[in-house]
């Protein structure tokens, strides 16, 4: 262990706003591009359900109507 | 010969193998990205000449480094679609370059942040540093290609074109720091020489480049595999994959 507190390690020898501001923002970068592809996902999941059901809906109101 | 690898060409086949290297990828790339960072950090000494502020390499090095590898995957999958017609390498483009593009601004992002305290500037014209911001340019470029025709086949050819000139600036950013005088030092490692590093900051430094190559790879699988059933969709296969069971409403 290279930091003799918990104080320390923050400060990085007086270097932490540069430290943590360059860790801080590509962790938020990565998060972001890790949310997206998820988000991207999931939304064609949806709208692939949402086509299906209407579909089906279709098919039953034509069968109705013949 | 490559008989074998037919099966491979299948989106069906493909969408299910990386399925399942995926949940390893991932799992690899947490631990060891993790492992390598809190090394980093916690347990790697400081430097004699920056103090501290040279932590900030166990993030700079491995993303600057594979801002460049994934560039060289970006063109040869752009160059594998147009001379074998692959679809699934123009899919591919879809799936490499948001992640070469975020990795890209990482390493300009974090090299900004390192030199406002060694070099006293964010920024500066010179070499490495401009040849490195036309390839966040040219990641950008490629993406909006991709997606600017409604036409899918035209708009990954126009972005494969893009991608493959644009491989030009891989060796300018690489030998920049040779060719010009700039601000940037010039490479720390190096595959046939020692490098001058002490093994206690070398050690996590090669943990968090292993840890960023498993990351870039499970970010690249999970968008790919969202690019193929995006492509698929009308195929019956994905119905399956996707189709939820009219009794549970659950997803198989």
Redesign the interface.
Same mark, same amino acid.
């Given at each position: 262990? !290279?930091?003799e507190s918990w104080q320390a390690?923050i400060e990085?020898?007086?270097?932490g706003f540069?430290?943590w $501001?360059?860790?801080g923002?590509?962790f938020l970068?990565?998060g972001?591009?890790?949310v !997206?592809?998820?988000r991207?996902?999931s939304k $064609?999941?949806r709208e692939?359900?949402q086509e !299906?059901q209407r579909q089906q809906r279709l098919a039953r109101r034509q069968q109705e109507v013949s | 010969m490559w008989r074998w690898l037919h099966p491979y060409a299948k989106p069906e086949t493909v969408y299910h193998l990386l399925g399942r290297w995926l949940p390893w990828v991932t799992a690899g790339a947490v631990l060891i990205l993790g492992g390598g960072?809190v090394w980093g950090?916690?347990?790697?000494?400081?430097d004699y000449q920056q103090?501290?502020?040279y932590?900030?390499i166990f993030?700079?090095v491995p993303?600057a480094m594979f801002s460049m590898s994934i560039y060289v995957s970006l063109a040869v999958a752009a160059f594998i679609g147009r001379v074998w017609q692959l679809k699934m390498a123009d899919w591919a483009l879809a799936a490499i370059a948001?992640?070469g593009a &975020?990795f890209t601004?990482?390493a300009l992002?974090?090299g900004a &942040?390192?030199g406002?305290?060694m070099w006293g500037t964010w920024w500066e014209w010179d070499a490495r540093l401009t040849s490195q911001l036309i390839l966040l340019f040219l990641y950008i470029g490629v993406l909006a290609l991709y997606y600017a025709f409604s036409d899918n086949r035209t708009g990954a050819k126009a972005a494969g074109i893009l991608a493959m000139v644009g491989v030009i600036n891989i060796p300018i950013i690489r030998y920049s720091v040779e060719w010009w005088n700039t601000l940037h030092q010039g490479a720390t490692l190096t595959v046939f020489e020692r490098p001058p590093m002490a093994n206690s900051m070398l050690f996590p430094l090669l943990t968090c480049i292993l840890g960023f190559a498993l990351?870039a790879a499970a =970010?690249i699988f999970?968008?790919m595999?969202?690019e193929i =059933?995006?492509q698929e =969709?009308r195929r019956p296969w &994905?119905?399956n994959v996707?189709?939820?069971s009219p009794t549970t409403g659950e997803?198989r």
């Open positions: 262990m !290279q930091f390690f990085m020898g007086g270097y540069y430290v $501001l360059a860790f923002v590509s970068a990565m972001l591009l890790v !997206q592809g998820l991207a996902r $064609l999941e692939f359900v !299906q | 960072l950090l916690l347990f790697a000494p400081a103090g501290d502020s932590r900030i993030i700079h993303s948001p992640v &975020v601004f990482i992002f974090t &942040v390192w406002k305290p990351l =970010l999970q968008r595999r969202t =059933l995006r =969709l &994905v119905k996707l189709q939820v997803q």
